[in-house]
């Protein structure tokens, strides 16, 4: 895909096809195709409330924000036009660098942004679906002949527009746009976890076979790393009050773990074993758990709650 892209050929990721082209660095197009935005759990805030997270269904409305001629996929609507097509998907919001996004705006690479029936663009459910970062429902690469794009537009004859401009660009013989992106990602270092001291961790370990880490283990073994994978999650619950007390209700809602394939665990023990702790920059569904039990299972006591997951590396051989 790769190598007819850079010929200027049409590349539209659709959904799981939007997560192949960012994963792959061929959205947003950087140097060398560095990984540069990512796609993560959607989050339904309205409010200033969690209503919803993960997977979601519905019609949205999607604005076009940038110039017809900009990218393939846009050609045959007006700047500020917008077209009503579905979308269902977990994880569907884009997040982006805020010096990264800048430099995209100013690209004109934003080309869907998701508007309310009178073009509005509101930062905030039901409008913005799934909490995407500038309400984007579609990015484009410098050239404009790659779209990544979360909603479905042929699924519905509304969607026909995106698909005739494809149709126009290859027929003018992709007429490829001559912007360039570029972006210094900031490097982070790796610092000792400690937890609150006023808090309990949780290790949540899973009973049936876990088929994301043996995903990883197998990915990491097609590029020659000799290790074994496991995965934990890690719920570390802040309190104010009896510890006892609190814990005991909040293992009897069954929220933050399904007892019957989950349980409490331990962390991994072992001189080869490394362990990584890693957090969403935002824990919505950290954030969702909290409001549930708060309000809705009505727990005093609990100031924080933070999700994670320990990925646990032991290397079989080598060094």
Known sequence: ????????????????????????????GLKNYRVGIALTDNKRVQGGHVIGVGYYNTWANLKMSAPSNRCAFTRHLNSGEWIKIPLAHGEGRFIIPNVLLEKMISNNQTVYRYCDDNGNIVDEFPTNPNGSMYNLAAVCNPAGNIMAMMPHPERTEKGDVVFSS?????????????????????????????????????????????????????????????????RQTHWEISMDGDRESILKKIDATGELYNSNKEFISQPKDSEKNTSFLVRQKEDMLGRAKYESLKERFEIDGITDLKRGVIWNVTVNSGS
């Open 166 to 230: 494809m149709k126009e660009f290859i027929e003018n013989e992709n007429p490829v746009s001559d912007h360039n992106l570029s972006f210094d990602r900031p490097h982070y270092e790796m610092t000792d976890y400690k937890a609150n001291s006023n808090a309990t961790e949780w290790i949540i370990d899973m009973i049936i076979t876990d088929n994301e880490a043996s995903s990883v283990r197998n990915a990491l073994d097609h590029l020659g790393h000799n290790v074994s994978i496991a």
């Open 1 to 28: 895909i790769r190598l007819e892209a850079e010929k200027g050929k049409p590349v539209l990721g659709i959904c799981n096809g939007a997560q192949i082209l960012v994963e792959s660095g061929l959205v947003p």
